[in-house]
């Protein structure tokens, strides 16, 4: 199936389609069937890499933003073209509904468009003088080399939310993409080559291991910035290793999202939007609703309702377009899921649906009633499709509940109030906050999209994006 896509297995080193030594497989969620054997890239190939993106910078950064522009449009270009095929490979390489899949490649060129258009716009500032016969100004550069790192669960649009910003800038970018799900990796490089990307401007190292590609590429000093989305626990490593060779760094993490349904909401429409922001991408997505507070007075309604419309969506084969839930990516994410609800249900929990994994890497879309504290589904992101369900009463405690992690990347609320909507917004410790929206982020390549506190350092989409790959020069000219 994936031979009918014509995706390249090689890595794309220096402009070219590069055979690694060795390669591993990349296994179908759905079906355990070898999709494609993949460049198994290592120390070797990220010096490589790391050499041709240092010479590639010298010309690329010189190239008017309107050029880089429009190469960046071409590839936006050709990704819509390429939308059905890329969202073939994305359901059959990590599971997700080709429905979700096909949305997910229109976001992804939705941030090629974006900076497409702020290439050209990149500049700089005059700035007014403290001494009358100096001219001074503020000048934006790129910062260099970018190491780029990236998860499985958006594997087309967290590389070009993070390369089409690097490049428009003017940097280079090397991506070592997630070893559950290279091929779209290597299906955007190769898109990259057909919209006339320069030689070594754009590289795609896959590997088993991370680690190797990526010692050599946080060590050398050469490489100027790290840009990371994917776990809390890596994104501190990387931090750490970042130190020594005092690399900028933008960390995208996890998250352990509330959603706060206050007494005046509508039961249906709350449904609606818990199916939206907590079932896509079968709970795996960084911004999912991890647990749900909902007020005493609704919380038996909601429940009912909540339970009945999960019970009733379409568990199956991804590549099947009336398919709502598909297989979680691997044993280890599933492992997870059923500790959470077994840890839950010791300790009280029960369950209104679901609760019980399906076979294969299925698990149930589930909701659990009956949820307290000190249980590790309220402390930990759970990464799959299930729902705790905790009530309250006093606005102020839940808000205390909802900012007691670690994490905060986004968070909901529910209300018709408009005071209590920008009281407890303004309150919430998250990068994200979505009243009353489940999707705050949809197609947001013009929205700055971070975390606080362990979720992460920086922003990514909008100019904020950008300016993660710039360096800000003063140039101050002294009249003779
Ligand atoms: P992960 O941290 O295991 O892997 C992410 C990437 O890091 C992969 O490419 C992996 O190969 C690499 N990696 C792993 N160990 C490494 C090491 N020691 N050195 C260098 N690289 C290493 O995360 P995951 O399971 O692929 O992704 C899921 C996580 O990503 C969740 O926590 C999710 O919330 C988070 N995420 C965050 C965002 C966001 O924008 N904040 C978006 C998507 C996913």
Redesign the pocket.
Known sequence: MVKDLAVPTQAYLGGQWYAAPRTFPVRSPYSGEVLAEVADCGEAEARLAADTAVEAFRTWRKLTGFERGRILRRWNDLLIAHQEPLGRLTALEMGKPITEAKGEVLYAASFVEWCAEEAPRIGGELIHPRFSHKRQMAVYEPVGPVYA??????PTS?ITRKAAPALAAGCTVIV?????APLCALYLAKLWEEAGGPPGTLQVLP?AD??PV?RVLMEDPRIRKIT????????K??YRQAADTLKRISL????NAPFILFEDADIEKAVQFTLLSKYRNTGQ??ITTNRIYVHRRLEADYAQALAEAVSRLKVGDPLDPSTQIGPLVEEQGLQKVVAHVEDALAKGAQVATGGRPLGGLFYAPTVLTGIKPGMRILEE?T?GPVAPLMPFEDEEEVIAWANNTEYG?AAYIWTRDLGRAFRVAEALEYGIVGVNDPVPSAMGANLP???YKS??LGR?GGRWGVEEFLETKLISIALP
């Open positions: 790192v990236t998860p499985w669960n958006f967290m070592k993409p997630a070893e559950q590997a991370p680690v990526s990371f989305t994917g776990s809390t626990p890596v994104g490593l990387l995208e993490l996890g998250g997505t960084c992101e990464f990347l999209f971070g975390g979720s992460g990514e």
